[in-house]
């Protein structure tokens, strides 16, 4: 006697099998995105960059001497990113009220340096560009890797310039 399957284990299958494109369609899968963040046409050496979703996490990276920076997967979709370089202020300044790694995630920059090194990496940018309600700087992260170079105004508000 053979045995083929119940209907309703056949039903089960045939319902899988539909939904197992939705699984790649419906989410919209992660990527990753480098590039180079620059302010006023020359590469920062030294700063956090944080993408910002509403309603998936986010993903904040540092900035390496030469400008570049690479994030870790993040989930494809529209964001915000902010820039920040007060964490490696000489004057010792904490990040405050500035955009904090997502949680669980330590800073990525995480300066041990002496400050004469921060002196020398450090620059000063608009406050408008470290806060999540201000920014102007939006970004569509796309499934697999991308590239991305962020380019900040020294004008403390590019929307009026």
């Not at 920040?84 to 949680?103: I, Y």
């Not at 201000?134 to 929307?159: F, N, S, W």
Request: hydrophobic content about 30%; charged content about 20%.
């Amino acid at each position: 006697m053979g045995s083929s399957p119940s209907p309703g284990l056949r039903r089960w299958w045939a319902f899988l099998a539909l939904l197992a494109p939705l699984g790649t369609i419906g989410c919209g899968g992660v990527g990753t995105i480098s590039g180079t963040v620059y302010f006023d046409g020359k590469p920062l050496k030294a700063g956090n960059v944080t993408f910002i979703s509403t309603g998936r996490p986010s993903v904040s990276t540092k900035i390496n001497e030469d400008g570049t920076y690479q994030t870790e997967p993040i989930s494809a979709g529209e964001g915000k990113i902010c820039v920040e370089t007060e964490s490696w202020s000489p004057r010792g300044r904490n990040m405050g009220g500035l955009v904090k790694p997502p949680p669980g995630q330590k800073s990525p920059a995480g300066p041990s340096v002496d400050s004469a090194e921060k002196r020398k990496r450090y620059i000063k940018i608009p406050a408008i560009y470290s806060n999540p309600e201000e920014t102007p700087l939006r970004y569509t992260v796309t499934r697999g890797g991308q590239t991305h170079d962020i380019k900040l105004d020294p004008v403390a508000d590019p929307a009026k310039k």
